[in-house]
Structure formats: C-alpha cells, structure tokens
C-alpha cells in the first residue's frame, strides 16, 4: 500500500463520532455472557452496511468479518470482546446501562467500538489491501470456558499469520499504550474443596469432627503454599475466596467448602499446585478423621506475546503516536481469554490508558463506576489500524 497517496490518519479521524455513537448505544444495552444476541446482530448489521466486508456468524453470538484485498498475501487477526458483567451499573452517565444488574464494566463496549472503526476504515482501503484481515468479535470473554476457544474451533484462526488485541485500561494515563513481549497476564484457574466432618451441638465439640476448624487451618496452610514452595523470583498467587459453612449458633455444621483462585506464569509451577494443596488437604483433614473432596479446574491460559509481531507493534506505535507514548509493561496477574488465540497463532496484547488527570474518578475494572474516557477510542482504531497494515507490509 502506498501511504503517501492515502491519508490515513484523516480516514481514522473521520470516523471517531461513530466510534463514540457506538459505544454507549453499547453501553446502553449491555448483555452477559453467551447472551450477546442483540449486541452481535448490530455488530453484523454494521459490518455489512461499511461494504467491501465477508461477514459471517461464527457462533450464535460471535460474528467474523473478512476484508480480502485485491493481490494476496498475509492473513491478520483483529480480534474484540463483547460481553457485559453481571453488576449493577452506578455511574450516573447520561447514558448508563437500561439493564438492571448488567453493565459494561470493563471496557468491552470501548473494544468493540474500536474494531468497528477499524473495520470501517480499512474496508475503504480494500483495493489497497495485500492479504487479508479478519476482524474477530467474540462473545463470552467473561464466563469460562470463553468464547474465544469456541472461536478458534470453529476455524477463525486458519491460515491467520497473526493475531492483535487490545484492552482499555482505566487506571492507566490517557493515551499510553502499554506493551510487553513474552508474558501478559497469568493463566487463572480455580480449585473447590468439601471438607466432610460430623455436624454436632456448639456445646459438645468432643462429639462431633469440626470441619470450621478443619477449614481454618487449611485456609492457613494455602495461604503459606506460594512463600514456601514457590521460588520468590517467581510470580504466583493462590487466594480463598469462599468459605461457606454453618446454619446457627449454637450448630457445628456437618460440612463446609472452601473456593479460591490460582494464578500463575510458569506451567511447572501451574501443574504442581493442586497436587500440593491436594497434599496438604489430606493431610489436615485425615488428622482430624474428616473427610475431603477436591476439585481443580483449568481456567484460561496466560496470554504470551509472540517477539515478532509485537516488534512490528511496537514500530507502529512509535511511528504513528507522540513521543512518550509508549510504555513497558508488566505482566499482570489478571487472565484473559485472548490467550486461546495467541496459543493457536502468533499474537500481540496490548493495553491503552483510558484513565482520568483526576484519579479519584478512576475506578477499577469490575466496579459499579467503571468508566473510561472516550478520548482514547479514536487512538485504538489507530492502533488496529496502522498495526494491521503494517503487519501485511512486513
């Protein structure tokens, strides 16, 4: 493509009021996840209306548009989540969610705006275009086992030779792009345990086999499992999260059950902790002649960013955005199932400041009042935008 004949920048300009328009009739209209039934038909009706786009439905609730430019060549993935989270919204935004106890709460309504733009601008580009881009709306980012591993069976992932995402980050400075090669985020899974005991009157503990404080002393030896058998120059975390037990006072309850989450980057690391939380569950409960029941389930792998496309996104970034713009990032502990695509082909993730100069406006991810500015949608269509021509021009 000849950039010097193009004026892209005043294409991705152009379409910054729809970007806008299309967002909070998102957020407007909120839906959980594998329910995205209205958002994903109004994805698929925009799509066809831009032209010069193949669009298909990929799951009852995921749509694939396709641009196939005029000469061949490489095939790149855009992809952008669209699934709301069960919380009642507490913004106060003129335009705040009509669903009671659903809201976009994490910026997904930001996302698929942002692709939307993207695909409108490069569908003018079509006859400019060597390869091919697929822009991937996906369905269920929040509800395990994911839309996105749906996605990558149903075929979306064929012949793509690289995949792109973004998230919106709302405590991050506006307009900061956020990139890391290798690790991302952390793989998440989570783990269930019952913990059989004999139920018995408050006043007579000797009778009874006391699963509460069973439960206690596993919930401490959980919390000691990472300090103790995880090297400190490695990043782990295991959090109880429930414990559920007991109806009265005055009743030693003839069970309880315990949950939590387990977070982690190196996949040694990952397959050793239910065997050690395992270990020390049956170790603690057969003392005191109780019962237990284990249960650890696989979540989401660790979104790893492939060295090669990321370098072509970091280039874009420095080419096409001011000075500072760029920052190194971290590896969070949080999950996405972006993963499922970056396990299947390379792929690059990368976060986008979308935070307020006044921090008490910037709630986190998941919060009531999440909010982002909108000022930093017009700089993800960009982002999708020049990354992907510059991918197919590499």
């Known amino acids: 493509m000849k950039e010097s004949l193009i004026d892209i920048q005043k294409l991705v300009n ?34 066809q209306s831009f032209g010069n786009i193949e669009v298909t439905w990929v799951t009852e609730t995921s749509v694939m548009g396709k641009i196939i430019g005029k000469k061949p060549g490489k095939i790149i993935g855009l992809r952008a989540d669209m699934d709301a989270l069960p919380i009642q919204e507490e913004t106060g935004l003129a335009f705040s969610s009509k669903n009671p106890n659903v809201m976009h709460a994490c910026g997904h309504d930001g996302h698929t705006s942002m692709l939307l733009g993207a695909a409108k601008v490069l569908s003018s580009l079509k006859n400019e275009i060597n390869g091919e881009i697929r822009f991937l709306f996906q369905h269920a980012e929040e509800l395990f086992p994911g839309g996105a591993v749906e996605m990558v069976r149903a075929g979306v992932t064929e012949g793509i030779d690289g995949v792109l995402g973004l998230h919106l980050a709302s405590q991050a400075p506006l307009g900061k792009f956020i990139l890391s090669y290798g690790p991302v985020t952390a793989a998440c899974d989570s783990f269930d345990i019952i913990i059989q005991g004999k139920g018995g009157h408050g006043s007579s503990p000797h009778m009874s086999i006391d699963p509460i404080t069973i439960g206690t002393q596993l919930v401490n030896g959980i919390n000691q499992l990472i300090s103790r058998k995880v090297d400190a120059g490695q990043r782990a975390v295991i959090s109880v999260t429930q414990f559920h037990g007991g109806s009265a006072h005055n009743i030693i309850p ?41 249960d650890f389930h696989y979540g989401y792998s ?43 082909v390379p792929g690059c993730f990368v976060f986008l400041g979308a935070g307020s100069e006044k921090h008490e406006e910037n709630y986190p991810h998941h919060h009531p009042k999440f909010d982002v500015k909108e000022e930093a949608l017009i700089l993800g269509v960009q982002y999708y935008v020049r990354s992907a021509l510059n991918f197919l021009n590499s």
Do not use: C
């Open 14 to 47: 152009a379409v910054q009021d729809d970007v806008i328009t299309w967002r909070r009739h998102f957020h407007v209209n909120p839906e959980l996840s594998f329910q995205e039934v209205n958002t994903s038909k109004y994805v698929y009706d925009q799509l």
């Open 302 to 344: 660790g979104v790893v960013n492939e060295d090669k496309i990321t370098s072509i996104v970091e280039r874009t970034l420095k080419e096409n955005f001011d000075h500072g713009s760029l920052l190194k990032g971290q590896p969070a502990m949080g999950s996405e199932d972006f993963s499922a695509f970056s396990e299947a």
């Open 254 to 294: 003839d069970k309880v059950s315990i949950g939590g989450t387990v977070r982690t980057f190196d996949s040694k690391i990952r397959k050793q902790i239910p065997i050690w939380i395992e270990q020390l569950t049956k170790g603690i409960t057969e003392a005191h002649d109780a019962h237990y029941q284990f």
